[in-house]
């Protein structure tokens, strides 16, 4: 085989890719962000070194350095985020520069720097080893690319970025067995929730706690830009830079919620949400006409025939051959110049629907909301709340979430974050009682909110067990951030938790038969109506 990749739900026959990735990935990238993870693993195994020796190696207590370092470094390496091998090999200098820098201190005080080698998903044989190093890897990733959002925006979590220094080290240590390592991969699930609370305080502190929003669909008559990604700090600089320049501003994907935020409510030419989900951009972008932004990941390669490539601009840890990669400047801001000069040029957006979907029921909003809520529940209107947060994919079984929004009983609520919403938060599901059916939180980090939303529904109902609450998880996943939200939720005592459209192919069959007989995760079997009644019982 010329590589080895099984880290998303697309993985080829759910067993891996071998020959090119089905998120389009080449061999020649895949095997440098093999090297990339590998040259992070072994920085992290040298400072760990530096540390267990009691060497002072960081410039200051305030360098943040080495994390952005890692996270960013991981990051790239999410499914869809970056395709460019040039970028790529940049940052694998980095970071062999900075492990330099940490060798020479170890040389320094007579330390051996021998690092094992390990590149690569096959280089552990052991299948339930190399499961759960790469289920805490995945975990791992999640985390820096939530950190990273956080961190734009100047918020650190010092203790998580040290766990995530020494776990990254342990997973080159052969001594580890599958208890050790099933217990290191719990603590990730200690440390996700830590960095999703983070970036939860670093976007509602700056800009302020998400409220109920009625968010357009349809388009005006300006040029506009089309950002995608998650990253808030870059939608606000796009935001500035772009006032009074007769070019609107709509979002896509995951970048939805920033319209439930109030800061950017200030902005007459933040005008909507154009489409779907992100595997629909190779459509819904050659008619958009505009420029386009992306912020992270979720990128599709473009058709060869494909007109928009050209109006297509990346930033942060995204990248893609051919894209213009937008760089950070030296004063932490970012220059949009170029693309608002391509945007000036281009058509208005055609429109390809009408109307208005409503969001913004985060954690703070859902609680100002408790007394409707409770009052539903202890009446009665309201018997059955479903998780159905994470991600969207492409294959045609992710109808099934559909289907099974559609077959839910009047008196069920759907609690969602992710771009999993896209396969329902259209549908004309109504309310009850005023509070709608479908309770939008925000993006793939929100499934943070509703964990918070769960525990302080067990507190009001002063439940011993939130497990106990009349809560069904139905959770569509598809890339590392859902392996770091699942980790968190197995951390806050949650249980019941079914996966689809297909258990991850990482998991090797011991590993996963723990995590069923522990916290009895579980898949879908792809029969809506099956589930739902299965699941009522």
């Not at 998303?8 to 026959?13: F, I, M």
């Not at 940049?90 to 520069?97: G, K, L």
């Not at 995951?254 to 109030?262: S, V």
């Not at 309310?431 to 993006?443: K, T, W, Y």
Request: hydrophobic fraction near 40%; charge should be neutral.
């Amino acid at each position: 085989m010329s590589m080895f990749c099984f880290q998303c739900q697309e993985a080829a026959h759910c067993t891996g890719c071998t020959i090119q990735g089905v998120c389009g990935k080449k061999e020649d990238t895949a095997g440098l962000q093999d090297k990339l993870v590998y040259e992070v693993k072994k920085l992290c195994y040298l400072v760990t070194k530096v540390r267990k020796n009691g060497i002072v190696c960081d410039r200051d207590s305030k360098d943040n350095t080495l994390a952005d370092t890692i996270m960013h470094s991981l990051f790239i390496t999410i499914t869809n985020a970056n395709f460019d091998n040039t970028a790529i090999q940049a940052q694998i200098n980095e970071v062999i520069s900075l492990q330099g820098r940490v060798t020479q201190k170890l040389v320094a005080n007579g330390i051996s720097v021998e690092v094992p080698v390990k590149v690569g998903v096959l280089s552990a044989e052991n299948e339930d080893v190399r499961s759960l190093r790469e289920l805490i890897t995945y975990g791992i990733k999640g985390m820096s690319a939530y950190g990273r959002h956080a961190a734009n925006l100047g918020f650190y979590d010092d203790e998580a970025n040290m766990f995530i220094v020494s776990t990254l080290a342990k997973l080159l240590d052969d001594s580890l067995d599958g208890a050790a390592l099933t217990g290191l991969a719990l603590e990730t699930g200690k440390y996700s929730v830590s960095i999703m609370a983070l970036l939860d305080k670093a976007n509602t502190t700056t800009y302020g706690h998400p409220v109920i929003t009625k968010v357009n669909i349809g388009v005006k008559t300006n040029p506009g830009i089309i950002i995608t990604g998650h990253d808030l700090k870059d939608l606000e600089e796009l935001l500035i830079q772009t006032q009074g320049k007769g070019i609107d501003i709509y979002t896509h994907s995951e970048m939805l919620p920033a319209h439930y935020y109030p800061a950017f409510k200030k902005y007459p030419h933040f005008v909507g949400n154009y489409g779907n989900a992100w595997w629909k951009q190779v459509d819904e972008f050659e008619s958009f006409k505009g420029a386009v932004l992306f912020t992270s990941n979720c990128i599709v390669p473009p058709r060869p025939n494909s007109t928009y490539k050209n109006r297509c601009f990346t930033t942060g840890s995204a990248g893609f051959p051919g894209m213009k990669y937008i760089p950070m400047g030296a004063n932490g801001k970012i220059d949009f110049s170029e693309i608002i000069s391509v945007a000036k040029t281009c058509q208005p957006p055609v429109e390809i629907e009408k109307g208005e979907i409503i969001g913004g029921f985060a954690h703070n909003q859902v609680f100002a909301l408790a007394d409707a809520v409770v009052g539903a529940v202890k009446s009665g209107a309201i018997k059955q709340f479903y998780v159905m947060g994470g991600c969207d994919g492409r294959h045609k079984e992710r109808e099934y979430f559909t289907e099974f929004a559609k077959a839910l009983p009047l008196d069920a609520v759907i609690l969602t974050a992710g771009c999993a919403k896209y396969r329902y938060n259209k549908l004309n599901l109504g309310d009850i009682g005023g509070i709608p059916r479908v309770l939008d939180a925000g993006q793939c980090n929100d499934c943070y909110s509703l964990a918070v939303i769960a525990l302080k529904l067990k507190e009001v109902f002063e439940l011993d067990d939130v497990n106990k609450l009349p809560i069904t998880f139905n959770i569509g996943w598809y890339e590392q951030k859902a392996v770091t939200v699942l980790l968190a939720l197995l951390h806050l005592g949650f249980k019941n938790v079914n996966l689809g459209p297909t258990l991850p192919a990482f998991l090797s069959p011991n590993v996963a038969k723990v995590l069923i007989d522990t916290f009895n995760i579980g898949g879908i079997s792809g029969d809506a109506k099956a589930d739902i009644a299965r699941w009522a019982n």
